[in-house]
């Protein structure tokens, strides 16, 4: 599995931006997708995670602000980020396992990761 993401960039604090994930190879019906965002000196966070059958999870610091969606067509993840924060600023990192969920946002739960699309707030 090849995890692509891309629609970072740099956005004033208020803004938002959506990231995208473009997900190549097999995961099957009860996989597991999820966005982390990390920080240099700082442990990778879950940001928010969905499943196979749709459920989905949001860290409490982005809920309400974060929304993660998926086009399952285009093996698609998606990240819609609103009123961001100077605090958002981090590597946006996507991640997939073919397993079951037994945490969308953690961290242990994945195998494959993307190489991560970069978001600055000002």
């Known amino acids: 599995v090849q995890l692509v993401e891309s629609g970072g960039g740099s956005v004033q604090a208020g803004g938002s931006l959506r990231l995208s994930c473009e997900a190549s190879?097999?995961?099957?019906?009860?996989?597991?997708m999820a966005w982390f965002r990390q920080v240099p000196g700082k442990e990778r966070e879950g940001v928010a995670g969905?499943?196979?059958?749709?459920?989905?999870e949001h860290a409490n610091s982005t809920k309400g602000r974060f929304i993660i969606s998926q086009d399952n067509d285009k093996n698609t993840l998606y990240l819609q980020m609103n009123s961001l924060k100077p605090e958002d600023t981090a590597m946006y990192i996507c991640?997939?396992?073919?397993?079951?969920?037994?945490?969308?946002?953690?961290?242990?739960?994945?195998?494959?990761w993307g190489q991560g699309t970069q978001v600055t707030v000002s």
């Open positions: 991640a997939a396992d073919p397993g079951l969920c037994g945490g969308m946002i953690l961290s242990r739960q994945y195998d494959y």
């Open positions: 190879g097999y995961l099957g019906s009860g996989y597991c």
């Open positions: 969905v499943d196979g059958y749709g459920d989905t």
